[in-house]
């Protein structure tokens, strides 16, 4: 098995090389961006990816499936600290090649992740299976409902900022900001700054020409 390891994280590299060597046969190999996941999917067509999708260059669900349908014999875990309940309702429903593990995972389910991926079998770890078989909540059409703050820092994300520029503009901490920047992210329901730029242009927060320029 070759183990393509698509992950900013210098623990978790270190913890997925540690728990691919405990298996026989397998190659675990770093990927720093997209690019270069893409060149190692060329030569390894069969690969599995160890994807973080929150932290890796990857726009949304729709370049995802791009991505199953070039790769048809590449198997998909993706790892990550949260991905929202409807994100993975969409992935799991593309192609039973996409499996879901989290950061939280005990050291027993990686091991398992990891031995499904080999035999191409889906895995989807225990938190998230909960989450999947919750009973959604009925609840009429709710607004979004940002702070002020929220707002503020969702424009600027939105218009390219990063968090410690955030933090600089407004005369805040990295951590303050960037304990904002995940509670926005939670409450609309996104993954990825792509993502949550969508969602501000869709809701007039950013003009598109500002957007574009």
Not at 98 to 118: G, N, T, V
Not at 130 to 146: D, N, Y
Request: aromatic fraction near 8%.
């Amino acid at each position: 098995m070759y183990i393509i390891l698509a992950d900013k994280q210098d623990i978790t590299r270190a913890g997925m090389t540690y728990f691919a060597q405990t298996l026989a046969d397998t190659a675990c190999r770093q990927a720093d961006d997209k690019t270069e996941m893409i060149e190692q999917l060329k030569e390894h067509p069969d690969a599995v990816i160890i994807l973080d999708y929150t932290l890796f260059d990857i726009n949304d669900v729709e370049e995802l499936e791009i991505l199953c349908q070039r790769f048809p014999l590449a198997q998909w875990v993706l790892f990550s600290m949260e991905l929202s309940v409807d994100f993975v309702r969409r992935i799991v429903a593309i192609s039973p090649r996409f499996s879901i593990l989290m950061k939280e995972s005990p050291s027993q389910e990686i091991l398992e992740c990891l031995q499904y991926a080999k035999r191409h079998q889906r895995y989807i770890c225990q938190r998230m299976a909960e989450l999947l078989l919750a009973p959604v909540q009925s609840r009429v059409e709710e607004e979004v409902k940002l702070t002020p703050t929220e707002t503020e820092i969702l424009k600027d994300v939105a218009l390219g900022l990063t968090t410690k520029e955030i933090a600089e503009k407004r005369f805040s901490s990295f951590h303050t900001v960037n304990t904002h920047r995940k509670n926005i992210f939670r409450k609309l329901g996104v993954n990825t700054v792509h993502e949550a730029t969508k969602y501000a242009l869709r809701a007039g927060l950013v003009d598109s020409a500002e957007y574009y320029i």
